[in-house]
């Protein structure tokens, strides 16, 4: 399958799947930016899937790239899933030549381009927040020291390796044609060990997840318990929005972790965030500094969210809080 223009490598995605075999969200925005990449390099794109039955997932990925190997693997299913993907992607990718290797950065993309990187001896850049294609190679944004820093990195003299990228921080779109779709026949036996999975918790979610919210409403320690959550609940269902918080508010027992947003809880991108006694602190900052428009009520006009937001109204949240949501029942 190799055509000219993969002289210069192709921009491969190892991509990931839901439990009900779609195509992870995470995995379409990747698929984007290697489809860019790919753009940009003069090189093309190409993905993988693998899973016990790849199928659907394997023609949404053709969405977005030219070329995808899709390997119907049983043991993806009932196993740790990385461990395998990482080996049977590695064979793959063995035999072509990668320019990069993307992966999501959440906990599975992050074990595939960790054990992607020791068997084909590659290096790794984590956690990109920006990738665009520079001097024949990638040039990898990267926040650091908790989002104090922002670094550019690229893999030296003509190296190529792999990049987990951070959910988010690409808008997944499709391609204008369709991709190709091989079958692959898993190719010898597994090596490595193998994490059987016996028990499986799913964490009940919110009525609407954070990470797909086109409107968020935020509540941090200005909240003061977990009453102060229900004004929080109430603005965000009028505004059809879901409901996020701060670790401080997580910390403190008054809403779940999974709705935490910021360097240690999960990076959005809505249209609108409205934080409600939420200081801005860099740490939750790098985890909603995307979003479109940004709003908060705090009644402290010199918070750090004042420097970065849209807008602040300084007050008491519960007072703003309240006249808004009226305002806003009384437009419904
Ligand atoms: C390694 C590390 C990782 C971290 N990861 C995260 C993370 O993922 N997400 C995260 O959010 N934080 C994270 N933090 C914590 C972060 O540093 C802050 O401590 C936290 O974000 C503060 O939360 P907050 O804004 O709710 O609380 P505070 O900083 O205490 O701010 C509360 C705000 O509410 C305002 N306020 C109080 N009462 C009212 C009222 N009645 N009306 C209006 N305004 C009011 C105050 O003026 C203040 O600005 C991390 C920290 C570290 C060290």
Known sequence: MAGAKDAKGTIWVVAETNADGSLAKSSTEVATLARTLAEAAGASAAGIVIAADPKAAAAELAGYVARVVAVAEPKAAGYAWAQVAAQRAAAILASESPAVILTGAGPDGRDVAGTLSALLERPVLVNATA???KDGGPSVEMSVFGGKLITTSAFVDGEWGIVTVRPNVVTAEEAGSKGKVETQAPAGDLDLPLVKVVDQIT?????LPIEEARVIVAGGRGVGGPDGFALVREIAAVLGGAVGATRAAVD??????????????????PQLYLALGISGAIQHKVGMQT?????????????????FADLVVVGDLFEVGKALLAELKSRA
Do not use: F, L, M
């Open 131 to 133: 990738v665009a294609w």
């Open 203 to 207: 964490e009940a979610a919110a009525a």
């Open 252 to 269: 403190s027992g008054w809403i779940p972790y999974n709705q935490q947003i910021g360097q240690t809880g999960k990076i959005v991108k």
């Open 291 to 307: 979003a479109g428009t940004i709003i908060g009520i705090n009644r402290d006009p010199d918070a750090p969210i004042a420097e």
